[in-house]
């Protein structure tokens, strides 16, 4: 005879006090002086978007849609949208989030024992625990996947699709950061001006020769292929490739069709020459090299320095792009550790021409009622020493 077995019950990430901090940390969205002039507003969800109550036993489809529904989709971050926009708008579309969260751990408690199977709890729990952790901050959520919009500067209006898989470890090359959307939307006038003469006729004839350090989930090195048409190599650890090899597929269409091209390959910097793909083994190839956001460590200024050196060509035309976002005095002191280590290369190199933009980063708090504070991003081309080339 088989044993009659009470259903699994679901994981423990959100149980019992878990679940009371979420609802705490999320208090700002029910609280928010952003958020008042929404509330005066009548917003009655139609009878087949109300959320279904345990007691009823609704089945797995019901389930299973409406979980699909509540779906959060994180904002894209540019230069004109602000925190108290994107709430509003959230908050125009979404339910009153106390009562989401109360029904997404009401389902992760439940044992849901009139489902049919194991098998339908367990998609049941794992899509309330994603819902969950979409509510509960930026390195929290799941996997994700974002469209991110960029505007006809003469050649017509195109999006990059970018998967961003869980953040794991100090994996932070699985996140997209907002400097790689603020540069990207940048590159056109870079090619008008600081870089323009790298553009002109039969200048980047040479194959790969624009190279990206550090390229993450790939939205900075899949617009540069878009916006100058031209080959980009995307670099990265080994184990951001397979993400970051995704979306350049993901992407080839769009990049295609624009005239530009990817590859990726790994190049660790510093690394030895396992950790660097054969095609990185022939130095000083490049005419331009990009990166965005790439210090978080002490010892990435070197690092950065030593694969810039060995890695941009040696000539005085040769540039390297650069934004580092001035999220307080430690990303500050970083950056001025790294202008120090790259005019201590073997060859020299030093800033031509600087700026900052204003902009917006999805990184750190988000449990805060009041506006996110505009992050400055700084940006430098540099360029080889010519009295060191001489």
Not at 44 to 71: A, G, M
Not at 220 to 249: F, M, R
Not at 261 to 277: C, F, H, M, N, P
Request: some cysteine.
């Amino acid at each position: 005879m088989t044993p009659t077995l009470s259903p699994k019950r679901p994981p423990s990430l959100f149980a019992g006090s878990k679940i009371r901090e979420i609802e705490e940390a999320n208090s700002f969205y029910y609280n928010s002086p952003h958020l008042a002039d929404m509330r005066n507003t009548t917003l009655l969800p139609s009878p087949e978007e109300d959320l279904p109550h345990l007691w009823q036993k609704p089945t797995y489809e019901v389930l299973l849609t409406r979980l699909k529904k509540l779906r959060v989709e994180p904002p894209v971050w540019n230069l004109d949208a602000s925190r108290a926009q994107i709430l509003k708008e959230q908050a125009v579309t979404a339910h009153d989030r106390r009562e989401i969260l109360s029904f997404l751990s009401t389902i992760i408690k439940s044992g849901l024992p009139w489902l049919d199977s194991d098998d339908e709890r367990d998609v049941i729990w794992e899509e309330a625990s994603k819902r969950m952790s979409e509510r509960c901050g930026r390195t929290a959520m799941g996997e994700i996947t974002r469209r991110w919009p960029f505007e006809n500067h003469g050649d017509g209006d195109f999006d990059l699709v970018i998967r961003e898989p869980p953040l794991t470890g100090d994996s932070l090359g699985l996140k997209t950061w907002g400097s790689s959307y603020a540069l990207a939307q940048l590159l056109h006038e870079f090619s008008a001006g600081p870089l323009a003469h790298l553009f002109l006729p039969r200048a980047l004839a040479v194959p790969q020769e624009i190279l990206e350090l550090g390229s993450g989930t790939g939205l900075l090195g899949l617009a540069a292929a878009c916006v100058w048409k031209t080959n980009v190599v995307l670099t990265d650890l080994a184990v951001i490739i397979p993400n970051l090899a995704h979306n350049a597929s993901l992407n080839q269409e769009v990049v295609d069709g624009r005239g530009g091209r990817v590859e990726v390959a790994a190049l660790t910097w510093g690394g030895s020459k396992d950790d660097i793909d054969p095609m990185f083994w022939e130095p000083n190839r490049y005419q331009l090299i990009i990166v965005a956001d790439p210090l978080y460590d002490d010892d990435h200024p070197s690092l950065l320095a030593a694969a810039i050196d060995e890695q941009l060509a040696l000539n005085p035309d040769a540039r390297a792009l650069i934004m580092v976002p001035q999220r307080d005095e430690t990303t500050k002191g970083l950056l001025n550790n790294l202008r120090g280590e790259l005019a201590r290369q073997p060859n020299p190199l030093s800033c031509v021409k600087e700026d900052i933009v204003d902009g917006q980063d999805d990184w750190g708090n988000e449990h805060d009622d009041e506006e996110m504070p505009a992050v400055g991003f700084w940006w430098g081309v540099f360029g080889r020493d010519r009295s060191a080339l001489s």
